[in-house]
């Protein structure tokens, strides 16, 4: 029954069209009425204590870090290196979107950010060119997913803080599987293309080419501090995400000179009104995780999948299918803040490592912001891109089939995360 009316009360307030803090909110109330424990001031002290976090000081630093790369120029810089790297080859265009959306998702950690970026940089190139544009627009959405996975990720810093994981490790596990996605990326791009007869443009020459590794190579080396300084333990990942925003300032600021002074203040205000949002989605998504322990709630999941809990394979893949239906429907950040403390339980108790079971949740969150019919990132491109949203679904579908595939892979073979993992971590 409680959790009838935990579901049942979310479920309602979605569907009226209640925003998903206020749902979350609405649906805590409910479940305090239902447990007969209402307190208004045990309410407002787990909004407030929700966003009381250290680690989540990470989330606006890296936000202001993606604003301030796409303004300073940055994220330009990195497509033009791509395009001298792999533009001359058959169906360059589509290489040149995955090699950059992976460069830029080790910039910013934001799917959202990276697919505007792709979207306004390379969409009107492949039309241009002469390249589908519902498939061009998909392989774009599909790859800016690749932004939460590959360190430094948003995703995984809530979900560290959600699930009592380590930020660094789960950071420093998911750089192979980002990688294994865009690898699918790039085979799925070649067997989709292989019929168009498009002439690509003439190879570049040695001296283009390291103009344009010189020109990207200040924003290349952001990459690089954040991992070596984690992996060192120069500093923490919330002091990673501050590196990363003064780090992105002064490139832009002093060194590329793109981002002026006047220009900062929208840059700041656009990077605060996307913290708050999700900031006081985290706010509101605490205090149902705090109820949802006080009513014992990952008990009963863990009854009702008792009979996976002695076949870890066969838990994880009951775990992921949940996740992807869930997926088709809310946005990652919330479904991050409700399946978190109601998953780990179930995970700590099948003996499942928390940090591999951590990067293949966000992996199957992140392609969440693909599927249909909410798919956030198809959203983003359709509206930068000025195209309709079934043709950006339409196109997207045999890449988002190919993330599928390689995290269900990943599933069968967990050492394709593990070992990797445990050999960057040491």
């Not at 996605?181 to 498009?198: D, F, H, M, P, Q």
């Not at 990673?240 to 992105?248: K, L, S």
């Not at 203040?265 to 990077?271: C, E, I, K, P, S």
């Not at 008990?299 to 997926?327: C, D, H, Y």
Request: net charge neutral.
């Amino acid at each position: 029954m409680t959790l009838a009316v935990f579901i049942g009360s979310l479920l309602l307030a979605m569907a009226i069209g209640m925003p998903i803090a206020f749902a979350l909110l609405a649906s805590g109330v409910a479940l305090m009425w239902q447990l007969d424990l209402f307190d208004a001031q045990i309410l407002t002290q787990n909004l407030i204590g929700g966003a009381d976090s250290f680690p989540l000081l990470a989330v606006p630093f890296f936000m202001l870090a993606g604003e301030i790369m796409n303004a300073g120029g940055l994220s330009r810089r990195i497509v033009d290196l791509a395009l001298t790297l792999v533009g001359h080859v058959r169906g360059g265009l589509g290489y040149v979107t995955i090699m950059a959306g992976c460069l830029l998702s080790a910039l910013s950690g934001s799917a959202v950010a990276d697919a505007a970026a792709l979207t306004a940089l390379l969409l009107p190139m492949m039309t241009s060119a002469g390249h589908d544009r519902a498939r061009s627009g998909g392989l774009i959405a599909a790859t800016g997913i690749i932004g939460p996975v590959i360190p430094p990720s948003i995703g995984l810093v809530i979900f560290g803080v959600a699930g009592n994981v380590s930020i660094s490790k789960l950071f420093l596990a998911a750089i192979v599987p980002g990688l294994l996605i865009g690898g699918a990326l790039w085979v799925t791009w070649a067997w989709v293309a292989r019929k168009e007869n498009i002439q690509p443009p003439p190879r570049k020459s040695a001296r283009e080419i390291a103009r344009a590794a010189r020109e990207a190579g200040w924003a290349l080396m952001l990459p690089v501090i954040i991992l070596v300084g984690l992996r060192m333990g120069v500093f923490t990942p919330t002091e990673a995400a501050v590196v990363a925003a003064v780090y992105a300032l002064f490139v832009a600021t002093f060194v590329y000179r793109e981002l002026s002074f006047k220009d900062l203040y929208h840059v700041f205000v656009g990077a605060a009104k996307t913290s708050a949002i999700v900031m006081f989605l985290i706010a509101a998504a605490m205090v149902s995780a705090w109820l949802i322990t006080v009513a014992d709630l990952p008990s009963k999941v863990v009854e009702m999948l008792r009979p996976f809990m002695g076949n870890q394979t066969l838990l994880m893949l009951a775990i992921m299918v949940l996740v992807m239906i869930v997926g088709t429907a809310m946005d990652m950040t919330p479904t991050i803040l409700i399946l978190t403390p109601v998953l780990m339980p179930v995970v700590n108790a099948a003996g499942i490592d928390p940090v591999y079971f951590g990067v293949m949740f966000i992996i199957n969150n992140s392609i969440g912001l693909i599927t249909p019919p909410v798919g956030v990132v198809l959203n983003v491109v359709a509206g930068v891109g000025k195209m309709k949203m079934d043709e950006v679904t339409r196109g997207v579908m045999p890449f988002m089939l190919a993330e599928f595939a390689v995290m269900f892979l990943m599933v069968l073979c967990p050492w394709l995360v593990t070992v990797p993992a445990k050999w960057f971590h040491g």
